[in-house]
Nanobody, 124 residues
Framework: QVQLVESGGGLVQTGGSLRLSCAASGRTVSDYAVGWFRQAPGKERAFVGSLIQTGGKTAYADSVKGRFTISRDSAKNTVYLQMNSLKPMDTATYYC?????????????????WGQGTQVTVSS
């Protein structure tokens, strides 16, 4: 099974940028679809974006389109979430998740493997 560890979260001002990393171990990350999700206090876990195993197809939530980008570095067995033009509404714990399905699904239940999360706080 694949294990996932997120990093790169922190405190940033409105309009700033962060790059989150999702480092995989135990399996090759390119064998999995990888999704990014976020959860704010008192809210349900929400889809941010996803990257399919091959071909580079991605999907994004409307709220982050044009600001966030998912990419993969196979040599480092890592998937990234580049977040630009951050807003206070982006404040949440961010999770990466992996699915053996060939999918860009926004449904958390389609992802069997999860990291522990990394906190992102955007100050106004």
């Amino acid at each position: 099974q694949v294990q996932l560890v997120e990093s790169g979260g922190g405190l940033v001002q409105t309009g700033g940028s962060l790059r989150l990393s999702c480092a995989a171990s135990g399996r090759t990350v390119s064998d999995y679809a990888v999704g990014w999700f976020r959860q704010a206090p008192g809210k349900e876990r929400a889809f941010v974006g996803s990257l399919i195993q091959t071909g580079g197809k991605t999907a994004y939530a409307d709220s982050v389109k044009g600001r966030f980008t998912i990419s993969r570095d196979s040599a480092k067995n890592t998937v990234y979430l580049q977040m630009n033009s951050l807003k206070p509404m982006d404040t949440a714990t961010y999770y990466c998740a992996a699915s053996k399905y060939f999918t860009t699904s926004p449904n958390p239940s389609d992802y069997a493997f999860w990291g522990q999360g990394t906190q992102v706080t955007v100050s106004s």
